[in-house]
């Protein structure tokens, strides 16, 4: 090795040692030993002279010095840096000018245009057809998170790689073409097999998921529990109006068919046995008409809250009665409020089965009397009229 190489090599090693910020994980010393050492491989398969030799290990050694300035434009901090450094140590305008042609021609997008840019590219890119490419790609993708230049996760990362072996990376040189083209084609099918099984098992992991959503979680179920539980308490309360509004219709038509052709009979004195039984028969009538209209009156309720009930979870606000007079501002924060808090939720819903239930109840005990005394009341009417009919005998 050459003053200068020994020099170059001792000048990188301290500026990486003393400059280059930890997040480098990948263009470090140890990336540069190993593009070093594959430029040698490439170097001794073929003929060039001592001069270009040198100018591609001494470029080797330079091409990511620039890292320890900044990772964006990289290489012209590099040619920087690689220009300052060989005039302190005088060498040739031609080594200079070589070198930093050399250090540009490693930019990714750059296509080699000469036998030594495609030495130095394929031996930037030596790691390809290595045993540990896996270590250092993700060595490559912490150190594009850390400086803010690319984001991936493992499986972004892969799909970049694969598509960069396959449509963006080629070897130029014979030697790299012979002897890493095939271990990078091996690696390149490691990935293409991990691609398919993170692909087979991202999809197992879908399948187990939609298979966890068909069953019924505990949330589930106790959505469908409230659900049910509520749509069977409407249900009641229909049946329950049903109930009083045809008991409600038909001492209506009683009535009705009393007032039109019973009572005016009465003013005959020969009917006058008559007047006890129908009397009977017309208080039942009312009486079953007057619990009808209970059990399906309304409750008239404030229609207020405040928020200090909001904050103690004290109101139904799924209740109507509880907020019909509130400004919609105070209402549309109270549902907030609501929506913020799945106890409160849970809260509320529970009262509103509760306080359904009661009104069921409520209803349902109205109905019990009312067909009890409807009952009575024809029993006894028709009990009545034998008795007067007979007493007139």
């Known amino acids: 090795m050459s003053s200068l190489l020994e020099k170059t090599e001792h000048f990188v090693s301290e500026l990486f040692d003393k400059e280059l910020p930890n997040s480098c994980m990948y263009h470090n010393y140890d990336h540069t030993k190993r593009v070093f050492k594959s430029t040698k491989e490439i170097i001794d398969s073929i003929n060039i002279s001592d001069e270009d030799e040198e100018v591609l290990l001494l470029t080797a050694l330079l091409h990511d010095t620039g890292y320890s300035k900044s990772s964006i434009n990289h290489e012209e901090h590099s040619v920087e840096i690689a220009k300052d450094f060989l005039i302190a140590q005088n060498a040739s305008k031609d080594i200079i000018n070589k070198v930093s042609k050399q250090i540009m021609a490693t930019k990714m997008e750059h296509k080699p245009t000469d036998l030594m840019e495609e030495i130095i590219r394929d031996a930037d890119a030596s790691h390809f057809a290595k045993d540990y490419y896996g270590e250092t790609s993700e060595l490559l993708r912490r150190e ?6 690319k984001d991936l996760d493992s499986s972004e990362w892969l799909k970049a790689n694969i598509d960069l072996f396959q449509n963006k990376h080629h070897y130029y040189t014979d030697y790299a073409k012979d002897n890493w083209g095939p271990k990078k084609e091996e690696n390149l099918t490691k990935m293409l097999e991990e691609q398919t099984r993170l692909k087979k098992e991202k999809k197992k992991q879908k399948e ?8 019924e979680s505990p949330e ?16 009641l309360s229909d049946i329950a109006d049903t109930k009083a509004n045809i008991l409600l219709s038909v001492n209506a038509i009683i009535i ?6 019973l009572i005016p009979k009465l ?3 020969s009917n006058q046995y008559l007047i006890y039984p129908t009397l009977i028969f017309l208080m039942f009538s009312i009486a079953s008409i007057v619990l009808s209209v209970l059990a399906t009156r309304p409750n008239v309720t404030s229609g207020e809250f405040t928020r200090k009930e909001i904050e103690e979870k004290k109101v139904n606000l799924l209740f109507f009665g509880n907020f019909h007079k ?11 409020e609501l929506m913020n808090d799945k106890d409160y939720i ?14 069921l109840h409520k209803k349902y005990k109205i109905l019990r009397i009312t067909y009890t005394v409807f009952m009575i009341g024809i029993v006894s009417s028709v009990i009545s009229f034998i008795i007067a009919f007979n007493t007139l005998q």
């Open 144 to 149: 594009f998170k850390l400086n803010n230049i």
């Open 208 to 215: 187990k998921l939609k298979k966890l959503y068909r069953e």
């Open 220 to 235: 589930k179920g106790i959505q469908t529990l409230f659900r049910v539980t509520l749509r069977n308490h409407l249900k």
């Open 256 to 261: 009705s068919l009393a007032l039109s052709n």
């Open 267 to 269: 003013d005959n004195p």
């Open 326 to 336: 509130m400004p919609l501002a105070e209402y549309k924060w109270a549902m907030s």
């Open 346 to 359: 849970y809260d509320t819903m529970i009262k509103d089965l509760y306080f359904l239930g009661k009104v």
